[in-house]
């Protein structure tokens, strides 16, 4: 290969581990991200925020585990506490308060009972945990939007009858009530249908104890791609605004913290050092770089260190000579020329092994094919058939007898049967010479 072309291979090599490389470790924020009310993009819920922030209805951002949700509950309760304390300091009257209400946590809850809105961008289960469950049957109310339902015959984009007008749903998925199996052991609740067909329902709720839950088979009700559908940002405002209800979208879900929570995690020593290199563009540049190292070394074929040279190859002339006069030949098409040059000097060759000439004299490679083929067969005791047929080649394409050209097959096998035939004679002269040495080894005992 040439050095332009390995040049060539290994920069597209290097550009493909990048481009993979990056795709592998670029931050996946986009689906995370889908949902949230920070978001502009088409399935965000940044316009649908600020049409409920125009409306006056107090909405809230929740960027903490919805196990604070509890917590953030029994915090209002012991302010309610405090407030009904300094009540009673101000020498009010046991009866002006009632008994229930110096139960903070029932204060609470009847009160100020909250409203949780989840925005998923991936498909979740439509069966609660148990923390959520216990959370909704104290009276509170958690809407999930995207949930994960069969699909049906249902058109993908459809408009939907409500009371606030014709709602636009672009999902095949249904809840089906009927024939349904649950995948929970806990006792079925009553199911009540918000927005749906004859194919089932796209948006139902399903009571816990004192609160319920509100399920939606499509993330994008109210998403910023439907902003000339006004109807769809009523019906969900109208989901969410439950009646003397906290309400909360959960922000957390989708990647976003309270600031005094970030700064306790950053806190946590250095074991969080690794997580911020990975969301920084540090750490996918370093990957790249030690990878186009490691294509670096092996491409100039060294292990970090001085280049070691190779010993040039010691030049054979005669062979280099051979193989320039075979590309001539071959180039030329003058196959003839060869079997006429090699058999000669073959034919002189078997001859004098043969002894048919003095080693001194020069052969003829016009002898008489009768008296070579006995000869043959006087000093081998083998068949001629092989050389026979090498003599039948070498008459029929010399130059004296030139017709048509030899086939390389041909040649080829011209060229192996000559090379059998000393083969032959080799293993014959051997024999021979093993055997007087055994008489020369004997002749002094005899």
Known sequence: ????????????????AIVILTLFSAPSANKIRQGSTYSRSPDGYGAWYAYMQQQGINIQRWQKPF????????NQAKQKSLKSESLKSENLK???????????ESLTLKENPTTLLQIYGALVPSEPNDLERKWVKAGNTLIVLGVNQPPTGANFSTLQKSSQ???????????QAEGRKSTSTKPKEQVQISLGDRFGAIVWEQ?????????????????????????????????????????????YIHGYRDSKQNETKKNSGAAQIWEYLANTPVFPISIQAGVLLLVLVFAQNRRLGKAIFLDKPVVDNNEAYIEA??????????????VEM??????????????????????????????????WRNHTGTSDTQLSKILQVYSRYSQNSQKRSIKDKELIDWLNNWEQVKQILSHKGKGNREQGKEKSFLTPNS
Do not use: C
């Not at 749903?169 to 249904?174: C, D, F, S, V």
């Not at 030949?329 to 003058?334: D, I, R, T, V």
């Open 1 to 16: 290969m040439k050095r332009s072309n390995r040049l060539a291979w290994f920069g597209g090599i290097v550009i493909l």
């Open 67 to 74: 196990a604070q949700l509890k917590q953030n509950k029994v």
């Open 94 to 104: 046991s009866e002006d308060l009632n008994s229930e209400d110096l139960n903070s």
């Open 165 to 175: 007008g014709e709602i636009k749903i672009e999902t095949t998925r249904r809840y």
């Open 207 to 251: 009571k816990f104890g004192k609160g319920k839950i509100i399920y939606s088979t499509t993330p994008y009700l109210a998403a910023n791609a439907y902003q000339d559908y006004q109807s769809n940002y009523q019906y969900l405002a109208e989901l969410v605004n439950q009646q003397g209800h906290q309400l909360f979208v959960d922000e």
């Open 325 to 338: 006069l075979a590309g001539v030949l071959q180039k030329a098409e003058s196959a003839n020329f060869v």
């Open 342 to 375: 090699v058999g000669k000097e073959e034919l002189i060759q078997l001859q004098k092994k043969l002894g048919l000439v003095t080693s001194r004299s020069d052969g003829n490679p016009q002898i008489d094919r009768e008296e070579l083929l006995k000869a």
